[in-house]
């Protein structure tokens, strides 16, 4: 344990992907467990070895228990650029620090982890054998040790150029893993019932993170589809619920998203998702409801809200009508009270989930959202913006070479006093940019040139 208003450092070691939504993450769940990232903190960009500073080590494990995007956690006993460095920051380590690992009673072994090189046998025995000054008095044990210890070499990102010597060299005890098996057994393509927009299992899991998702929230999904993020909040604990404005996905009827299935069965809904994975307990109930018109009694109130918005590439963005709003040109029928399908401009969809979100969500609860963006046209100025609401994280995936994606977490700061205050006076500067509209045209234009290129090229 710490002493009194100190802090212990571990060292993180991360995956390699999703890069830009690890330091969100990791941030996340220090906050949600009652760590605190600061401005002083030591991290290395794309480098998978991140040190931390950490109150306890209840913290650090609970901070495995949750994180997709870190492999393993290990207090950190020593650091240097070189063998000697590092030799020399562990002998400086408090042995009453060490001893309650190295007893006579106690078993362990230790493990050489390199990053951009791959060691002989030989060499890890030589580098193990270069320990033996630490005070180990236990025995070593490989198949079942109480303690393991690891030596970790970072030789570099590039892989074209892999230095004789590494860049850094670290040396500690290995506290837990992280969460990455979720990525594989909650995988899409071992789903129950699934759609043609369905969420990474991976993505999904990293989004109830930034969301800050814990056991007996309250997590609302406005554009639920198939439920990809209601499977990853109900995960962590959390009871799930959403709307969606599609009958035939809300009922799990119709034509089937599965290759060689052509319509779907009579057990493929959400709940069933839920039922797969032994969440079912955590499913209060999905309805086919619009986005723009929500349905929610005043004083509703989500701990977090997860969503997806549909972009108009593989899914349509709709909302409902009445006959007045049909756009001119197009034949009404008279004396019908029947609702029609509208287009729903994304700037007015976003315009709606920030509006909804500001009301509904608890003082301190999240909004986390997919918002699409053109890239050689995106600006940090396009994100929308609430009073009530505070940015947290702004995250990119790449869709194409001109379009991407970005995560945005928002957390709410301010109470919501009244809807049709805040929709007048955003009107002209909550959504400045309304180049979201014409996302689809944008998508399918660089998809056009890129096959037209290609044509080109083949004939030449």
């Known amino acids: 344990m710490a002493l009194p208003g100190s802090l212990n450092r571990y060292l993180l070691l991360m995956a390699q992907e999703h890069l830009e939504f690890r330091l969100p993450e990791i941030k996340s769940l220090l906050s949600l467990f009652g760590g605190q990232f600061t401005n002083s903190q030591e991290t290395y960009g794309k480098s998978p070895f991140w040190i931390l500073s950490i109150p306890s080590e209840d913290i650090a494990r609970n901070l495995m228990k949750r994180t997709v995007c870190a492999k393993s956690i290990f207090e950190l006993w020593g650091h240097g650029k070189s063998p000697e460095e590092l030799y020399t920051s562990l002998k400086n380590y408090p042995v009453e620090k060490m001893v309650p690992f190295l007893h006579s009673e106690s078993t362990y072994k230790i493990k050489i982890h390199t990053f951009n090189k791959t060691l002989t046998q030989e060499e890890k025995v030589k580098r193990i054998d270069a320990l033996e000054f630490l005070p180990f008095e236990g025995k070593v044990n490989l198949k079942k040790p109480q303690h393991v210890f690891s030596v970790l070499e970072d030789y570099g990102l590039d892989p074209n150029y892999i230095p004789e010597r590494p860049h850094n060299i670290y040396f500690g005890r290995w506290i837990a893993d992280g969460q990455r098996e979720l990525i594989e057994s909650y995988s899409v393509k071992k789903r129950h019932f699934i759609g043609n927009t369905s969420m990474d299992a991976g993505l999904s899991f990293i989004m109830a993170n930034h969301a800050k998702v814990k056991e007996n929230d309250v997590v609302f999904d406005p554009f639920v589809g198939t439920g990809g993020l209601l499977i990853a909040s109900a995960h962590f604990g959390a009871y799930v619920c959403g709307t969606d404005i599609d009958y035939n996905t809300v009922h799990g009827l119709g034509k089937a998203s599965r290759k060689n299935q052509k319509w779907r069965g009579p057990d493929e809904n959400i709940r069933a998702n839920l039922r797969q994975y032994g969440l079912e307990k955590f499913y209060l109930d999905v309805l086919v409801s619009d986005a723009s018109k929500p349905s929610w009694r005043k004083g509703t109130y ?18 409902s009508g009445s006959q007045k ?8 029928c008279p004396e019908s009270h029947v609702p029609v399908s509208l287009s729903y401009h994304l700037s007015d969809m976003f315009f709606d989930l920030l509006n909804f979100a500001a009301e509904t969500l608890i003082l301190g609860g999240r909004l986390v959202y997919w918002l699409p963006v053109y890239t050689p046209e995106y600006t940090e100025d396009m994100v929308p913006w609430h009073p009530c609401l505070k940015l947290v994280s702004n995250c990119e995936q790449k869709l194409s070479s001109h379009t991407a994606r970005r995560l945005i977490t928002m957390e709410k700061v301010k109470d919501f006093e009244n809807r049709d205050q805040y929709s007048h006076l955003l009107s002209d500067h909550f959504l400045p940019y309304q180049g979201h509209n014409s996302f689809r045209e944008k998508y399918f234009s660089g998809v056009t040139k890129r096959i037209a290129k290609e044509e080109k090229s083949s004939q030449e």
């Open 302 to 319: 989500f701990d977090a809200i997860i969503t997806d918005p549909p972009y108009g590439i593989r899914e349509s963005t709709r909302r």
């Open 325 to 332: 709003q049909i756009p001119k040109g197009i034949e009404k």
